[in-house]
């Protein structure tokens, strides 16, 4: 029997071999509310299959997670979203998409853990489901940028409206985004690694 053959076949697929060029590895986060498009944004983005586990959402949620607006869905995250994508030929990006419902916080301890900056993705219609996350994020020290994912029902505000009932300082990037595309997602991620270049620059010069 030829086994070296049906190895190769169960091998793994070109596009999973994290490239011979890359030096550094970095680990993001993506977190935010219940349906705004984390798993969607680690779906489109990523280079190898994304890992994900959904499961239909249980009694747990049941008038915990706030579903006006989202009533389509009727599954939510209970664990992690996982993909990886090359930035360029020498950065790998691992991104670790969680949920933001206080019931899952306990996945926040470990998560953290090495992660460089994070992104928190926000739907305009549900932006108070963000503050905790965001208070989280802030206490923790961990960098971010905001993205707001574009659902076609969903107001649209100028970006300083949105900085404004978010609470957040200037400094702190806020982007549009689509989370179903690539391209954008991608942007996004641009943005954050843009960011932790600016803050890591800020620190040497400071
Ligand atoms: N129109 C629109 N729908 C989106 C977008 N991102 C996600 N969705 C949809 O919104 C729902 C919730 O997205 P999901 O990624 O599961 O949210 P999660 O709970 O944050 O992981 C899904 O039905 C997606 O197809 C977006 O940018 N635009
Ligand atoms: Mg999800």
Redesign the pocket.
């Given at each position: 029997m030829d086994f070296r053959s049906s190895e190769q076949a169960l091998g793994p697929r070109s596009e999973d071999v994290l490239p011979t060029t890359a030096t550094a590895a970095v680990k993001v986060v993506i977190v935010?509310?219940?349906?705004?498009?984390?798993?969607?944004?680690v779906?489109s983005v990523s280079e190898i299959r994304p890992l994900t586990t959904?499961e239909t959402m249980t009694q747990a949620g049941v008038g915990v997670d706030d579903t006006a607006g989202?009533e389509?869905?009727t599954?939510?995250?209970v664990a992690m979203?996982f993909g990886r994508i090359s930035i360029n030929e020498e950065l790998v990006l691992y991104l670790f998409?969680t949920?933001g419902q206080q019931r899952f916080w306990f996945l926040w301890r470990g998560l953290f853990e090495g992660a460089l900056g994070a992104v928190v993705?926000v739907d305009t219609r549900r932006l108070e489901v963000s503050f905790d996350v965001i208070g989280r994020l802030e206490e923790r020290g961990v960098p971010f940028v905001v993205a707001v994912?574009?659902?076609?029902e969903a107001p649209s505000y100028p970006v300083d409206e949105l900085r404004g009932a978010l609470d957040l300082p200037a400094s702190v990037p806020i982007v549009l985004?689509?989370?179903?595309?690539r391209t954008s997602s991608r942007d996004v991620l641009m943005a954050l690694m843009h960011y932790l270049q600016a803050l890591a620059t800020a620190q040497e010069v400071g």
């Open positions: 935010g509310g219940f349906g705004v498009g984390k798993t969607t944004l779906g959904e989202v389509r869905k599954s939510t995250t979203d998409g949920p993705l994912n574009s659902f076609p985004c689509d989370a179903r595309s």
